[in-house]
C-alpha cells in the first residue's frame, strides 16, 4: 500500500485483461459452466466497520479550521498525499476527480452529497498557497487540508496512514513515502470502501454508487 516504490500501474490492468481472456477461453470451453452468476452485490461495504477515520483538527487552503465533524452529512473521500508528490499523488487525485465527474453526470443529486479531501502529509512544504494551487488543477471542489506536524500525524495515525520522508531529490527537495489509498465515508464517519483509482472513472464512479444512496 505504500506508494512511490517503483511499482508498475500497468501491470494490473493487463493481468486483468489476460484474467478476463482466459475466463472467455474457459467459457468457450465449457458452457454449461458458465450460466449467469448472481450480481447480488455484497451484503456488507468492504470497510464496514474498519477502525478507520476519526478525529481530526487540520487547517483549510484559506486558512479555516475544519474538523472531522464538519463532514457528518456528506459522503467524505479522503486522501493523504503531498503537493510535491511527482507521480502517485497527482495521478490518484486525477483519477478520482475523473471518477466523481462521471458520477455527477451519472446522479448530481449523489456527486452533489460528496466532498473529496486531499490531507497534506508534508505540511513543511505545502503551505496553504501550495496546497490550493495544487488541489485546484484537480477540481474546485477538492479541498486540501494541513495543520501543524502533530496535528498530520494525528489525522494520519486515525486513517491508519503511513508516511516518512524519503529520498532527496535533486534540487534540494524530497520525496515522501506514503499511503496512497483513496477512502470513501459515509455521511456518519464510518468508511465504506477503497476507490479503484487505477481501473478507471467509471469503475470509481461504479463502487460510489454500489455503497452511497
Ligand atoms: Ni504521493
Given amino acids: 500500500m505504500i506508494s512511490h516504490a517503483k511499482t508498475s500501474g500497468r501491470a494490473r490492468p493487463v493481468r486483468a485483461a489476460m484474467a478476463t481472456l482466459a475466463a472467455i477461453a474457459l467459457c468457450g470451453a465449457a458452457l454449461a459452466a458458465c450460466a449467469p452468476r448472481s450480481e447480488a452485490p455484497p451484503a456488507e461495504p468492504p470497510l464496514a466497520g474498519a477502525p478507520i477515520g476519526g478525529p481530526f483538527t487540520l487547517t483549510s487552503a484559506t486558512g479555516e479550521t475544519v474538523t472531522w465533524k464538519d463532514f457528518r452529512g456528506k459522503y467524505a473521500i479522503v486522501y493523504f498525499g503531498y503537493a510535491y508528490c511527482p507521480d502517485v499523488c497527482p495521478t490518484d487525485m486525477q483519477r478520482t476527480a475523473q471518477g466523481l465527474k462521471v458520477l455527477s453526470e451519472r446522479n448530481p443529486g449523489l456527486g452533489a452529497k460528496i466532498q473529496p479531501v486531499f490531507i497534506s502529509i508534508d505540511p513543511e512544504r505545502d503551505t496553504p498557497e501550495v496546497l ?3 488541489t485546484s488543477a484537480f477540481s474546485d471542489d477538492l ?3 494541513s495543520g501543524s506536524p502533530e496535528a498530520v500525524k494525528a489525522a494520519a495515525d486515525a486513517f491508519r496512514v503511513y508516511y516518512k ?3 532527496e531529490t535533486p534540487g534540494g527537495g524530497y ?5 496512497n489509498i483513496v477512502y470513501f465515508f459515509d ?3 464510518q468508511p465504506l470502501a477503497m476507490l479503484p483509482t487505477r481501473e478507471g472513472p467509471a469503475a470509481i464512479a461504479d463502487e460510489i454508487e454500489k455503497w452511497a444512496s
Wanted: charged share 25%; no cysteine.
Fill in 132 to 134: 490550493a494551487e495544487f
Fill in 175 to 179: 520525496l515522501v513515502d506514503h499511503t
Fill in 165 to 167: 520522508k524519503g529520498e
Fill in 143 to 145: 479541498m486540501g487540508l
Fill in 187 to 189: 455521511p456518519s464517519g
